[in-house]
């Protein structure tokens, strides 16, 4: 999220309000025919892959996947740098997401063609970020003077990091709200203060969220945990649910990335607060403009 500016999200803002009904199916776009994506997925996702898939199949453009890894080559030990060099020469941009930290620089440090990190271990979930601006910036109006409490597992969220960083192009007050153990790390919550972002920090929800505009949730990262027995402990330790929303303003909204576990009741779908699905739809909006302008097409 560092290679971004407010001009840049923006841009993208623009081109995702221009390009909703293409992403409905209501208007056909062709700007990506004869352009392709190959999708490189090291770890699960949904959203992610099959957002980027169906973003760019609506702009007319083909998709190719490496499937589940032990489909690929690398079940025989083919490396991940070979494997960059060799689907570089099949697709025009590669979107990969994978458990080690600076997987998707190494990628594009190998690659000729432009690569999107889809997300890295513990490191960035930058569509994510910006997916969850835009959908404030559509759910709110506006991204300035909103106070956006992040909640759940701050250490090991990628995509809490990336949004984070995205905040600090706006004029906003955030607010960490994590168990006792899975605070956000030091240096992030320096490098944000650094760049001018009111932060603060609590192991305590409910002493956050009363004039919270925004209510970002994320679950505990179970495949973060080296031992199995500290993520029990931790699983469970916040909900989301009507009764905590009771205590918010009205008008907030409630984001989620999504998969939820516990940490989000179901009741919570039919209140106004929530805003998780149409976030989806704008991941979807957000990622057909970011292929649009990283594939330079009008
Ligand atoms: N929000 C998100 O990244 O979802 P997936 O893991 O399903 O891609």
Do not use: W
Not at 48 to 76: C, P
Request: hydrophobic share 40%.
């Amino acid at each position: 999220m560092r290679d971004f500016s407010r001009r840049d999200l923006e841009s993208i803002f623009k081109l995702a309000d221009r390009l909703e009904n293409v992403a409905k199916g209501r208007t056909k776009n062709r700007a990506l025919e004869g352009k392709m994506l190959a999708t490189l997925f090291f770890e699960p996702s949904t959203r992610t892959r099959i957002s980027f898939e169906s973003a760019m199949q609506r702009l007319g453009g083909g998709v190719i996947g490496l499937g589940s890894v032990e489909a690929s080559s690398l079940a025989k030990g083919e490396t991940f740098e070979d494997t960059i060099r060799v689907v570089e020469n099949y697709a025009d941009v590669l979107v990969i997401r994978h458990s080690k930290n600076g997987a998707a620089e190494q990628a594009a440090e190998i690659a000729a063609v432009p690569v999107i990190n889809g997300g890295d271990g513990t490191n960035e979930h930058p569509t994510q970020a910006i997916l969850d601006l835009y959908t404030m910036r559509r759910e709110k109006g506006k991204i300035d003077g909103l106070k956006i409490v992040f909640l759940g597992d701050c250490k090991h969220a990628r995509s809490f990091k990336s949004l984070a960083l995205g905040l600090t192009n706006f004029k906003v007050r955030v607010t960490f709200a994590s168990p006792l153990g899975l605070e956000m790390n030091d240096s992030i919550v320096h490098e944000l203060q650094t760049r001018g972002l009111t932060v603060e920090q609590t192991n305590n929800v409910e002493s956050a969220i009363g004039d919270a505009d925004v209510l970002r949730v994320v679950r505990v990262m179970k495949e973060r945990f080296s031992d199995p027995a500290e993520y029990e402990r931790l699983r469970g330790s916040y909900t989301v649910d009507l009764q905590l929303l009771s205590k918010c303003k009205k008008n907030m909204i409630v984001l989620h990335g999504l998969p939820r576990l516990d940490e989000l009741a179901k009741e919570v779908d039919d209140s106004p607060h929530a805003a998780y699905f149409r976030q989806v739809f704008y991941g979807l909006c957000t990622r057909m403009a970011l292929l649009r302008l990283i594939l330079r097409t009008k």
